[in-house]
T-cell receptor, first 113, second 115 residues
Framework: GESVGLHLPTLSVQEGDNSIINCAYSNSASDYFIWYKQESGKGPQFIID?????DKRQGQRVTVLLNKTVKHLSLQIAATQPGDSAVYFCADYSSGGSYIPTFGRGTSLIVHP | GAVVSQHPSWVICKSGTSVKIECRSL??????MFWYRQFPKQSLMLMATSNEGSKATYEQGVEKDKFLINHASLTLSTLTVTSAHPEDSSFYIC???????????FGPGTRLTVT
């Protein structure tokens, strides 16, 4: 992902709404992507992954969409709950690399009850 | 997934002192561990890659003499912040590589505050 030293963008939603979090990456050689959730004061937790030969993958309440043409990822969370409040990061891996991810800037999701 | 612990979870130290942060793999033998730092409201920045039994590989701009990394066993890696300064105050997170090359399991992080 494009990691820059700016403050995190914030997405505020009401409980029950669907949330869409976006991420851009810059490396056209990236072939594997992960979304992580980081709650306040904790380390990141794996949510869902997708390979570059796919454009959509679904998990429980979450869907990741990949658009390689514009180097864009999105994470959709259905029926967002207060427990989903966290910072969400995308991370990308490039083929032929050292298998160390590049983290995106992150988005802070705030879910209002 | 693997379980990674860090100790301490938070630490406050005075400027000029050194602080050691431990990263333990509780249920997995991790040949490779990673150290990240994270400033408030920012992303994770990789500091170094730690391989068991060998010297760590530091990212560009990270002072290896200031951030000493030791990975002496398959279950323990340590990061020592030497001669800490207030600008070193940050959230330090370790992770271990799992059996799959893309797998990473993160520790809960250590909040360092240098006064």
């Amino acid at each position: 992902g494009e990691s820059v030293g700016l403050h995190l963008p914030t997405l505020s939603v009401q409980e029950g709404d669907n949330s869409i979090i976006n991420c851009a990456y810059s490396n056209s050689a990236s072939d594997y992507f992960i979304w992580y959730k980081q709650e306040s004061g904790k380390g990141p937790q794996f949510i869902i992954d997708i390979r570059s030969n796919m454009d959509k993958r679904q998990g429980q309440r979450v869907t990741v969409l990949l658009n390689k043409t514009v180097k864009h990822l999105s994470l959709q969370i259905a029926a967002t709950q207060p427990g989903d409040s966290a910072v969400y990061f995308c991370a990308d891996y490039s083929s032929g690399g050292s298998y160390i991810p590049t983290f995106g800037r992150g988005t802070s999701l705030i879910v209002h009850p | 997934g693997a379980v990674v612990s860090q100790h301490p979870s938070w630490v406050i130290c005075k400027s000029g002192t050194s602080v050691k942060i431990e990263c333990r793999s509780l249920d997995f033998q991790a040949t490779t561990m990673f150290w990240y730092r994270q400033f408030p409201k920012q992303s994770l920045m990789l500091m170094a890659t730690s391989n068991e039994g060998s010297k760590a590989t530091y990212e560009q701009g990270v002072e290896k003499d200031k951030f000493l990394i030791n990975h002496a066993s398959l279950t323990l890696s340590t990061l020592t912040v030497t001669s800490a300064h207030p600008e070193d105050s940050s959230f330090y997170i370790c992770s271990e590589r799992g059996t799959g090359i893309y797998e990473q399991y993160f520790g809960p992080g250590t909040r360092l505050t240098v006064t």
